[in-house]
């Protein structure tokens, strides 16, 4: 009877997503997709309108889910100059309908929704911005109250909020993020995540590494030269403690004295005139013999919980967060992540000792959940969380940032820019531009909303250095400093930035701007799928020297 051949099914490739958005789902992942995917975004377009069109292409490509452009003007032939998502055939109709249309056609899979409307109509009814998730403000020609109330709205209801400028050379976007912004995908070095927890060694790692070293003076060369260094460190550790009344080293100078030992016990007659596991092991020496400390990002969480009531409406962040603190109180240590770095070892020696890891992250993991169940049955909470957020939140516990957002600085707040006025002393600090663009702000804003107090006869440039002169020493009474000369050199170099500004008279260089897009986008990707840590708050970018900084205000 003839034997029947049995196919294997085919494997299944890569969907049409995943070919499309490769590279990207290597940064942020399937969920980092899922949230921009789920992502609408509102650009309230005003001025030139450049940069916001140019954030915006950022977006769609990697596949935002919806866009709305709330824009009042009709397309003019400057436009045409200045914004590539315009053509002749735009003359005269909605920038907001021609700009959308022509950048849906990037990405099919985005939806745009264009609006042509002044701010203070759409405004009328703040809570129509409820339905975004992040809010793109361009900063007008003429500037209003609409920011403040934006600002406000976003703040209260947790809608993260970018306000940009671009004028010539110079541009700079500030974020305001709700108050309390936690980050628990920061993307680490992967080298820094390793946790080996050598000096709080569990009993099936102990147990596996006596199975291995019992008989490491008789060990034929090659299984001597292929144990995992971790094998060799506990082993040399238990060693070492046996004679240090069962303390493993714990300054530089016993470190050293271990690091000798490890290195003396290396087979040298050989081939290749030593080991290379035994020189990692040595290598490994300082860094892994730590004792765990709890990392400053913890230690902010973990001062919030202790003043915080948790209840049913509490996110899941917090209440993860409370689960491992329960854990650190009992254990002394964090969740152990479970990642292995690469070592000289047999396959079957490498992929047993990453099992042992595996299974104790695990432990770990579920002794969390456990918690977490504990908290959301006392709670009445309505669904339970998701069981990868929490393995996540474990994995990632020692590199979690909370971000502690605040408002926009919308005006000259003298309190809030007090602590940056030493920095203006620097020669190469970036905070000139930031000062120049609100000196800007506040003259066109008072030549908007007070045309008969603005001094008519008076030059732009010389009404804008009155402007900055009225700030620094607002600044210098803050801080006490009576040194007129420094604050005389402040101001000179100050002053070319103001000349750029009165030069550009509010216009946008497509350069400029589209790199400003850029790097704003950049930030919003953060935001929008919370991974990586976005700027705080303050990004300011100098198009002639190409530098740019970001500092918090």
Same mark, same amino acid.
């Given at each position: 009877?003839?034997?029947?051949?049995?196919?294997?099914?085919?494997?299944?490739?890569?969907? =049409?997503?995943?070919?499309?958005?490769?590279?990207?789902?290597?940064?942020?992942?399937?969920?980092?997709?899922?949230?921009?995917?789920?992502?609408?975004?509102?650009?309230?377009?005003?001025?030139?309108?450049?940069?916001?069109?140019?954030?915006?292409?950022?977006? /769609?490509?990697?596949?935002?889910?919806?866009?709305?452009?709330?824009?009042?003007?009709?397309?003019?032939?400057?436009?045409? $100059?200045?914004?590539?998502?315009?053509?002749?055939?735009?003359?005269?109709?909605?920038?907001?309908?021609?700009?959308?249309?022509?950048?849906?056609?990037?990405?099919?899979?985005?939806?745009?929704?264009?609006?042509?409307?002044?701010?203070?109509?759409?405004?009328?009814?703040?809570?129509?911005?409820?339905?975004?998730?992040?809010?793109?403000?361009?900063?007008?020609?003429?500037?209003?109250?609409?920011?403040?109330?934006?600002?406000?709205?976003?703040?209260?209801?947790?809608?993260?909020?970018?306000? !940009?400028?671009?004028?010539?050379?110079?541009?700079?976007?500030?974020?305001?993020?709700?108050?309390?912004?936690?980050?628990?995908?920061?993307?680490?070095?992967?080298?820094?995540?390793?946790?080996?927890?050598?000096?709080?060694?569990?009993?099936?790692?102990?147990?596996?590494?006596?199975?291995?070293?019992?008989?490491?003076?008789?060990?034929?060369?090659?299984?001597?030269?292929?144990?995992?260094?971790?094998?060799?460190?506990?082993?040399?550790?238990?060693?070492?403690?046996?004679?240090?009344?069962?303390?493993?080293?714990?300054?530089?100078?016993?470190?050293?004295?271990?690091?000798?030992?490890?290195?003396?016990?290396?087979?040298?007659?050989?081939?290749?005139?030593?080991?290379?596991?035994?020189?990692?092991?040595?290598?490994?020496?300082?860094?892994?013999?730590?004792?765990?400390?709890?990392?400053?990002?913890?230690?902010? !969480?973990?001062?919030?919980?202790?003043?915080?009531?948790?209840?049913?409406?509490?996110?899941?962040?917090?209440?993860?967060?409370?689960?491992?603190?329960?854990?650190?109180?009992?254990? %002394?240590?964090?969740?152990?992540?479970?990642?292995?770095?690469?070592?000289? =070892?047999?396959?079957?020696?490498?992929?047993?000792?990453?099992? !042992?890891?595996?299974?104790?992250?695990?432990?770990?993991?579920?002794?969390?959940?456990?918690?977490?169940?504990?908290?959301?049955?006392?709670?009445?909470?309505?669904?339970?969380?998701?069981?990868?957020?929490?393995?996540?939140?474990?994995? $990632?516990?020692?590199?979690?940032?909370?971000?502690?957002?605040?408002?926009?600085?919308?005006?000259?707040?003298?309190?809030?820019?007090?602590?940056?006025?030493?920095?203006?002393?620097?020669?190469?600090?970036?905070?000139?531009?930031?000062?120049?663009?609100?000196?800007?702000?506040?003259?066109?804003?008072?030549?908007?909303?007070?045309?008969?107090?603005?001094?008519?006869?008076?030059?732009?440039?010389?009404?804008?250095?009155?402007?900055?002169?009225?700030?620094?020493?607002?600044?210098?009474?803050?801080?006490?400093?009576?040194?007129?000369?420094?604050?005389?050199?402040?101001?000179?170099? /100050?002053?070319?930035?103001?000349?750029?500004?009165?030069?550009?008279?509010?216009?946008?260089?497509?350069?400029?701007?589209?790199?400003? $897009?850029?790097?704003?986008?950049?930030?919003? !990707?953060?935001?929008?799928?919370?991974?990586?840590?976005?700027? %705080?708050?303050?990004?300011?970018?100098?198009? /002639?020297?190409?530098?740019?900084?970001?500092?918090?205000?």
């Amino acid at each position: 009877m003839a034997t029947q051949t049995l196919t294997p099914p085919p494997l299944q490739g890569p969907t =049409a997503k995943e070919k499309k958005y490769d590279r990207q789902l290597r940064l942020w992942a399937a969920s980092g997709q899922e949230a921009l995917e789920q992502a609408h975004v509102l650009l309230l377009n005003s001025g030139p309108g450049v940069v916001g069109v140019e954030v915006l292409k950022n977006l /769609i490509l990697p596949g935002i889910g919806n866009f709305t452009i709330v824009d009042e003007e009709n397309v003019t032939e400057k436009d045409l $100059g200045i914004n590539f998502f315009l053509t002749d055939d735009s003359l005269g109709k909605s920038r907001a309908s021609e700009t959308c249309k022509y950048l849906t056609e990037l990405n099919p899979d985005v939806n745009g929704h264009p609006v042509q409307s002044s701010l203070d109509n759409f405004l009328q009814n703040s809570e129509v911005l409820n339905r975004y998730s992040l809010v793109l403000f361009i900063t007008p020609s003429n500037p209003n109250l609409n920011l403040s109330l934006v600002s406000r709205f976003c703040n209260k209801n947790t809608i993260p909020l970018f306000l !940009i400028r671009s004028v010539g050379f110079f541009s700079k976007f500030s974020v305001q993020l709700p108050d309390d912004f936690p980050i628990v995908d920061t993307h680490p070095d992967p080298a820094s995540t390793i946790d080996l927890r050598l000096l709080q060694p569990w009993p099936e790692l102990h147990e596996f590494m006596k199975s291995k070293t019992k008989d490491l003076d008789t060990l034929s060369d090659h299984d001597h030269g292929h144990l995992p260094y971790l094998m060799l460190l506990l082993r040399f550790l238990d060693d070492w403690k046996q004679s240090h009344d069962g303390n493993p080293p714990g300054d530089y100078s016993e470190k050293k004295q271990f690091k000798t030992l490890i290195e003396s016990k290396a087979r040298t007659n050989n081939p290749e005139g030593g080991e290379e596991n035994f020189d990692e092991a040595a290598a490994s020496v300082l860094k892994s013999l730590n004792k765990p400390s709890l990392p400053s990002g913890l230690r902010t !969480i973990f001062a919030e919980l202790d003043n915080k009531q948790l209840d049913r409406d509490s996110s899941n962040f917090w209440l993860i967060a409370k689960a491992i603190q329960q854990f650190h109180s009992d254990h %002394d240590s964090l969740p152990l992540p479970g990642a292995l770095p690469d070592m000289k =070892a047999q396959s079957k020696d490498y992929i047993q000792l990453q099992n !042992i890891y595996k299974a104790k992250a695990r432990q770990d993991a579920e002794a969390v959940t456990s918690h977490v169940r504990a908290m959301e049955e006392a709670q009445k909470r309505e669904s339970a969380i998701d069981p990868k957020e929490i393995e996540a939140f474990c994995k $990632g516990a020692a590199f979690v940032k909370l971000i502690k957002g605040q408002p926009l600085v919308t005006e000259v707040d003298i309190p809030r820019l007090k602590p940056i006025y030493r920095d203006l002393k620097e020669e190469d600090s970036p905070l000139p531009i930031y000062i120049a663009f609100l000196a800007y702000d506040a003259m066109v804003a008072k030549v908007a909303d007070k045309p008969s107090e603005a001094d008519s006869e008076q030059e732009p440039l010389e009404n804008l250095k009155n402007h900055t002169k009225d700030i620094i020493e607002k600044l210098a009474a803050a801080a006490n400093d009576n040194d007129e000369q420094l604050q005389s050199d402040i101001i000179a170099r /100050i002053e070319p930035i103001l000349e750029e500004l009165v030069r550009a008279d509010g216009a946008e260089l497509h350069n400029i701007s589209a790199l400003t $897009g850029g790097m704003v986008a950049q930030e919003a !990707i953060k935001v929008l799928t919370k991974q990586y840590i976005p700027i %705080d708050n303050i990004c300011v970018f100098d198009g /002639i020297a190409s530098k740019s900084a970001v500092f918090r205000v």
